[in-house]
């Protein structure tokens, strides 16, 4: 059976000059001649070399599309705030609008009312009384009505959009 070395005498001063960025190919002469000659601070200076490498590797390749994607995410965010800043007051401004253009066709339809009623006799198909008085009381508490409701929906989307 073949028994492994425990260790090494010379390790922790191998480990301490490995630590001060001297290389092996670069070691003071007792112990770089030494590490030629032992198995056990060979092997130990082929892993350091191999964490070495793979931290180099992790931190060439992990970080950086890392913190691309990062900023990616965070300037896509930042775009879609500013994008919804400058479409709420738009959004609103056009419910405003649709509000008004309703109410301002009501109003008009509301004062058109007593032409349309004029005319209605004129045609004399009913007598002037009775489509005067029917057409125009109704068709003013219609666009009332109407127009409450429309504003009342105006008001309510207004809300819920706070
Ligand atoms: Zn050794």
Avoid at 22 to 38: Q, W, Y
Avoid at 70 to 80: F, T
């Amino acid at each position: 059976m073949i028994m492994k070395p425990k260790g090494c005498e010379n390790e922790v001063r191998i480990l301490e000059a490995l630590g001060q960025g001297v290389t092996p190919e670069t070691m003071e002469e007792p112990l770089r001649s030494h590490l030629a000659s032992c198995p056990y601070c060979a092997e130990m200076i082929s892993v350091y070399e191999l964490f070495q490498a793979d931290s180099r590797q992790l931190c060439a390749a992990a970080p950086l599309p890392n913190a691309g994607r990062v900023w990616w995410r965070a300037s896509l965010a930042a775009r879609q705030a500013a994008a919804n800043r400058a479409l709420r007051p738009i959004l609103i401004a056009e419910r405003i609008a649709l509000a008004i253009g309703g109410g301002a066709l009501i109003a008009l339809l509301v004062l058109a009312a007593p032409w349309l009623a004029g005319q209605l006799t004129r045609l004399k198909i009913f007598s002037t009384t009775v489509v005067y008085s029917f057409s125009l009381s109704s068709l003013i508490v219609s666009s009332i009505i109407a127009c409450l409701l429309l504003m009342a929906g105006a008001l309510y989307t207004l809300w819920a959009e706070k």
